[in-house]
T-cell receptor, first 112, second 116 residues
Framework: DAKTTQPTSMDCAEGRAANLPCNHSTISGNEYVYWYRQIHSQGPQYIIHGLKNNETNEMASLIITEDRKSSTLILPHATLRDTAVYYCIVRVVVTSGSRLTFGEGTQLTVNP | GAVVSQHPSRVICKSGTSVKIECRSLDFQATTMFWYRQFPKKSLMLMATSNEGSKATYEQGVEKDKFLINHASLTLSTLTVTSAHPEDSSFYIC????????????FGAGTRLSVL
């Protein structure tokens, strides 16, 4: 699976949009971009994933550049409960046995 | 999203004892489950992939006789840490993928193991 690069930490004001970048310049054509987050001492939570089109769900939006070498996760109105480590992962989905390889992620701190 | 239940959430045991951790998919059948370990301030490290009805596939460096995995049904996988030692103290997390929604892994809440 392709390697990803994320900033170590970011801060965001409560109520503002949080934009978390991810670089995946070696991504292959059949690799998806996944975002998970992990609140302290809990299991990771799935947020969103996409292949090449932008995606939106009730939690976030995922913007993938046209060349697919980078992406941005957007939390439109961050709350204190969004403070977590956010992981960007690229992954080939072939079978249900496709693994997730976690990097160090971005520690997002939402401040009041 | 789908629910994965992990039990217990926390366990404290004496060195030399064995500890079993259960991972259940509550509202879907999990053809594949994964076991991860996470040390403080570190990222998740995949330990093994568990497929229902077959032997688990262990990652390099993970002792299969130390970490016994059983995936006897489509809703249950267990991880047994045998003869636990203080260095096995860690946060253990399972995840599951359904045969239908194979694109998404759902995670349990994790088990904090402390070996005295």
């Amino acid at each position: 699976d392709a390697k990803t690069t994320q900033p170590t930490s970011m801060d965001c004001a409560e109520g503002r949009a949080a934009n978390l970048p991810c670089n995946h310049s070696t991504i292959s054509g059949n690799e998806y971009v996944y975002w998970y987050r992990q609140i302290h001492s809990q299991g990771p939570q799935y947020i969103i994933h996409g292949l090449k089109n932008n995606e939106t769900n009730e939690m976030a939006s995922l913007i993938i550049t046209e060349d697919r070498k980078s992406s941005t996760l957007i939390l439109p109105h961050a709350t204190l409960r969004d403070t977590a480590v956010y992981y960007c992962i690229v992954r080939v989905v072939v079978t249900s046995g496709s693994r997730l390889t976690f990097g160090e992620g971005t520690q997002l701190t939402v401040n009041p | 999203g789908a629910v994965v239940s992990q039990h217990p959430s926390r366990v404290i045991c004496k060195s030399g004892t064995s500890v079993k951790i259960e991972c259940r998919s509550l509202d879907f059948q999990a053809t594949t489950m994964f076991w991860y370990r996470q040390f403080p301030k570190k990222s998740l490290m995949l330990m093994a992939t568990s497929n229902e009805g077959s032997k688990a596939t262990y990652e390099q460096g993970v002792e299969k006789d130390k970490f016994l995995i059983n995936h006897a049904s489509l809703t249950l996988s267990t991880l047994t840490v045998t003869s636990a030692h203080p260095e096995d103290s860690s946060f253990y997390i399972c995840s599951a993928t359904s045969g239908v929604a194979k694109n998404i892994q759902y995670f349990g809440a994790g088990t904090r193991l402390s070996v005295l």
